[in-house]
C-alpha cells in the first residue's frame, strides 16, 4: 500500500533513540533491579488541588468541546504571565493552546517552515526536535553548542550555519541535555542576526521553573527578538503534570491567526478541565518546581561529587533542568556501547549522548528525577563499571 514519504522520513527517529529505555523497562517489567535514570518525568506528584481542580471541573460539566485558540480563564492566566515578559503587547490574541510543548512545536513548524526551507538547532538539542522539523519537510541545520562556551550558542557560529534558506532558529534554554541557560547578553548577541536575515526564533522554554544557577531570560523581553519569536511552553515540567499535556504557543498576533487554523484542523480544541486546572496552576507560584529545583541541584552535586574522582569519566554539573551529563570520552568506548553494556553489566540504564546529536556523542545523560539513594547506588555501580573495564 502506498504510505506518504513522512513515514520515511521519521522512521529512524522515534523508538531507535529510546531503545535502551525501552530495554530497561522490559528488564524491569521481568523483575529485574534495574536503575532508571533514562527519561525526565518528574518524580513528585502535582499539587494535590490541581487535581481536585480538574476532578471539580469535570464534574461541573467541563468536558465538551472547547475552541480552537483555547479556554477563555487559561488564556487571561497565560496573557497575564507573558504580559510581564514580553517587549510586544500581548492579549488573548498572541496565544494558542496546545496539549504540550511537543504538539505547540509541531503546529508551529508546520505553520513556518516546508520542504525546502532550513531549520538551525542548537546541537546537543533535545531528542524529538529533528522529527518536528522533518515532519515539517524542512532540513535540520544543527549548529554547535560548544563545550567551552558552556553549550551557549556563539554567534559566528550562527552567523556561519545561515544560508538563504534559513527561515528558523530553534532554541531552548534552560537546555535539554546540557542544563545550560541563555542569559540576556547571550540573546542580545545573537539577535541583530534574525534581524539581518529575518529569521524566526521558536524558543522552547518548557525548563524555565527549573534553574539553580543564573536567572531566566526569554527572547521575547528582547526589543529586536520579541517580534519574531514564538515561545512554546507547558506546565508538564514547571507543575510536574507531563501527562495532562497542557501547553501553548505565544507569539505575534499574525502568526497566532495563520497557525489557529492549523491547530483546529489538528485538535478542534482541548480540553475544557484541563485549561482549568492548567489556569489554577498558572495563577500563582508552582511549590512543586520550588521542591523538584532543590532536589535535582542536590542530586546532581551529589552525582559530581561521588563520580568526578572516578577514572575515564567526568560529570557536568548543569545549571538547570532534570538531567546531568557525563563524558565519557576517555573510557573509548561510544555511548551507545557504554549504555548498553552499563545496562547489561550493572543494570544501570542511561540515554547514549548521541540521542541528542552529534555534539552530545562523547556523554551519557543521567536523569535526576531518582531518590538519592537511589543514585548513590547508580553511581556505585557506574564506578564499578568502569573498574571492570581496564
Ligand atoms: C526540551 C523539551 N521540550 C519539550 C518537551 C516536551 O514537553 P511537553 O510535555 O510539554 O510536551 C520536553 C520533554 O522532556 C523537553 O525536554
Not at 513556518?112 to 518536528?132: C, F, K, N, R, S
Not at 512554546?232 to 489557529?260: D, N, Q
Not at 484541563?274 to 489554577?280: K, N, R, V
Not at 573510557?331 to 547514549?352: D, G, I, R, Y
Request: glycine share 6%; proline share 6%; aromatic share 8%.
Amino acid at each position: 500500500m502506498h504510505y506518504a514519504s513522512v513515514t520515511n522520513n521519521l522512521k529512524n527517529l522515534g523508538s531507535e533513540k529510546w531503545a535502551v529505555h525501552l530495554k530497561a523497562r522490559e528488564l524491569i517489567a521481568a523483575g529485574s533491579e534495574v536503575i532508571e535514570l533514562t527519561i525526565g518525568e518528574p518524580d513528585m506528584p502535582p499539587e494535590d488541588d490541581l487535581i481536585d481542580e480538574c476532578i471539580r471541573s469535570m464534574q461541573a460539566g467541563r468536558t465538551k468541546y472547547s475552541n480552537g485558540r483555547g479556554e477563555s480563564n487559561l488564556l487571561l492566566k497565560l496573557k497575564q504571565k507573558y504580559v510581564k515578559v514580553s517587549n510586544i503587547p500581548i492579549t488573548e490574541e498572541n496565544i494558542l493552546c496546545f496539549p504540550g510543548t511537543q504538539t505547540a512545536l509541531y503546529a508551529t513548524m508546520r505553520s513556518l517552515v516546508e520542504q525546502g526551507d532550513e531549520v538551525i538547532v542548537g546541537d546537543p538539542l533535545y531528542a524529538t526536535y529533528e522529527g518536528i522539523i522533518r515532519a515539517s519537510g524542512a532540513t535540520m541545520v544543527p549548529v554547535p553548542l560548544r563545550r567551552e562556551y558552556n553549550f551557549i550558542l556563539q554567534a559566528h557560529d550562527l552567523e556561519k550555519a545561515i544560508t538563504p534558506r534559513t527561515k528558523v532558529v530553534l532554541l531552548n534554554s534552560p537546555h535539554n541535555p546540557t542544563g545550560s541557560v541563555m542569559s540576556k547578553q547571550d540573546f542580545l548577541n545573537i539577535a541583530k542576526l534574525f534581524v539581518q536575515n529575518d529569521l524566526w526564533l521558536v524558543s522552547d522554554e518548557v525548563y524555565e521553573d527549573l534553574i539553580f544557577e543564573g536567572e531566566f531570560y526569554s527572547p521575547l523581553s528582547n526589543e529586536k527578538l520579541a517580534p519574531r519569536t514564538v515561545v512554546v511552553s507547558s506546565i508538564s515540567k514547571s507543575h510536574a503534570a507531563p501527562g495532562f499535556r497542557s501547553g501553548w504557543a505565544v507569539g505575534p498576533r499574525e502568526f497566532c491567526i495563520k497557525t489557529l487554523p492549523l491547530s483546529e484542523t489538528m485538535l478542534f480544541g482541548s480540553q475544557p478541565f484541563i485549561a482549568d486546572m492548567t489556569a489554577l496552576a498558572l495563577s500563582r507560584p508552582s511549590k512543586v518546581s520550588i521542591k523538584m529545583k532543590i532536589a535535582y541541584e542536590r542530586r546532581a552535586k551529589l552525582i559530581c561529587h561521588n563520580l568526578q574522582s572516578v577514572e575515564h569519566i567526568n560529570p557536568l554539573m548543569p545549571n538547570a533542568g532534570m538531567f546531568i551529563l557525563i563524558d565519557i570520552e576517555k573510557t573509548n568506548l561510544t555511548c551507545s556501547n557504554f549504555a548498553w553494556k552499563l545496562l547489561n553489566e550493572q543494570l544501570v540504564a542511561v540515554m547514549p549522548g548521541d540521542s541528542f546529536g552529534h555534539q552530545a556523542r562523547s556523554f551519557i545523560r543521567m536523569s535526576l528525577t531518582v531518590p538519592d539513594k537511589l543514585l548513590l547506588k547508580a553511581c556505585n555501580r557506574i564506578s564499578l563499571f568502569i573498574k571492570n573495564l581496564k
